[in-house]
């Protein structure tokens, strides 16, 4: 009988910032893996918030900012979305383990 190979969960790590918590805490607590990428400079200048979500054509750079002790909205169209609600209408970045 052959043993399947199980892949570990890749964690998201947070560099210490308030907001970086907040979304390594939502990452993490995912079922599934999302490639997540902090863009912390942008033309030699630092900033806070900037991530890209997915790899590749289908990965998507945007705004996060924390609006309350633990919620993070993610800058759509006009507007703010929660990051929950943003992750759960993109699955396509996700990797499913199993």
Same mark, same amino acid.
């Given at each position: 009988?052959?043993?399947?190979?199980?892949?570990?969960?890749?964690?998201?790590?947070?560099?210490?910032?308030?907001?970086?918590? *907040?979304?390594? %805490?939502?990452?993490?607590? #995912?079922?599934?893996?999302?490639?997540?990428?902090?863009? &912390?400079?942008? !033309? @030699?200048?630092?900033?806070?918030?900037?991530?890209?979500?997915?790899?590749? *054509?289908?990965? %998507?750079?945007?705004?996060? #900012?924390?609006?309350?002790?633990?919620?993070?909205?993610? &800058?759509?169209? !006009? @507007?703010?979305?929660?990051?929950?609600?943003?992750?759960?209408?993109?699955? *396509?970045?996700? %990797?499913?383990?199993?």
């Amino acid at each position: 009988m052959k043993q399947k190979k199980r892949r570990l969960r890749k964690k998201y790590f947070s560099d210490g910032s308030k907001l970086d918590k *907040e979304v390594a %805490r939502i990452l993490n607590a #995912r079922p599934y893996s999302i490639p997540v990428k902090r863009d &912390r400079y942008d !033309g @030699g200048f630092q900033r806070e918030g900037r991530y890209t979500f997915g790899e590749g *054509e289908k990965g %998507r750079l945007v705004t996060c #900012r924390l609006t309350g002790p633990h919620l993070v909205v993610v &800058r759509v169209g !006009g @507007g703010w979305e929660q990051l929950e609600q943003f992750l759960a209408n993109h699955p *396509e970045w996700e %990797r499913r383990l199993e």
